[in-house]
């Protein structure tokens, strides 16, 4: 004999609706059965009528729209890192590890940079030093000479000879020659320039001609003219320093 079939199963809306119309035959009820005709018992059984009616919508509503609900994110359980188990027994009975496991734990292997090349060490000094261009030595005092080379009835020919006893040429020098009178004159000069003032005269070198180089000389030649005795110069200066071989 087959078995009778189950009654169908009862949803959550349909025992609200239920429920609703049951409520509101027993208010029916209680409004008829009350005869003092009071408003306010009107007034506040209608308010519950429409706050009963209200609830039931909303529940009926979001029962059969549950797409419209905004789903709760629920962020996945916080993960626990997993912990080697603590071996135990002896280290005879504890197993060894495999090969998974013994690259896992080995730490990796950083490679350093190479370090930067040490600079080279300063070669030790061989004694050698930079050759300098040495100064030049000092000037030596120059020296002259005078002579009278050639006698005619009212004139002579004289010369002076500039000796540089040093390495260094003397560019510069100064002969100063004193005749005997103002009226005496000086021509014919060869190897300086003269001037004159009084019975005195200036001698100084005529470019690069009258440089005197180191260990040599120059000569100075003029001829005085204007006395027939007594014409020879009374001084002779070379410097500053006394020429040789004036008369005594």
């Known amino acids: ?24 035959g027993a208010v029916r009820r209680a409004v ?4 003092d005709g009071s408003r306010l018992a009107y007034v506040a059984i209608a308010a519950s009528l429409g706050v009963l009616l209200a609830t039931a919508y909303s529940i009926v509503t979001v029962l059969r729209t549950p797409e419209r609900l905004t789903p ?3 962020g996945p359980a916080g993960s626990v890192p997993a912990t080697d188990p603590v071996a135990t ?3 005879e009975e504890q197993p060894e590890p495999s090969d998974a496991t013994a690259r896992t734990a080995t730490p990796p292997v950083t490679t350093a940079a190479p370090a930067a090349p040490a600079p080279p060490a300063a070669l ?17 005092p120059l020296g002259a000479a005078f002579a009278v080379e050639e006698n ?35 021509t014919s000069v060869t190897g300086a320039r003269a001037s004159r003032d009084g019975a005195t005269w200036t001698f100084v070198p005529e470019g ?12 100075v030649t003029f001829r005085v003219s204007g006395a027939a005795i007594s014409a020879t110069p009374t001084a002779c200066t070379i410097d500053g320093a006394a020429c040789t071989g004036l008369p005594g």
């Open 1 to 24: 004999m087959p078995a009778p079939p189950s009654p169908p199963r009862r949803t959550l809306p349909i025992i609200l609706l239920d429920g609703l119309v049951a409520a509101v």
């Open 32 to 35: 008829v059965g009350r005869r």
């Open 72 to 74: 709760v994110a629920v």
């Open 89 to 91: 027994g002896t280290p």
């Open 124 to 140: 030790p000094s061989t004694g050698a030093s930079t050759a300098t261009t040495p100064a030049p030595p000092p000037p030596v």
């Open 152 to 186: 005619a009835l009212l004139s002579y020919g004289a010369a002076v000879t500039i000796d540089n006893p040093g390495p260094a040429p003397a560019p510069a020098w100064t002969l100063v020659v004193v005749l005997p009178r103002e009226s005496l004159r000086v």
């Open 208 to 219: 690069d001609a009258g440089r005197v180089p180191g260990h040599g000389t120059v000569r």
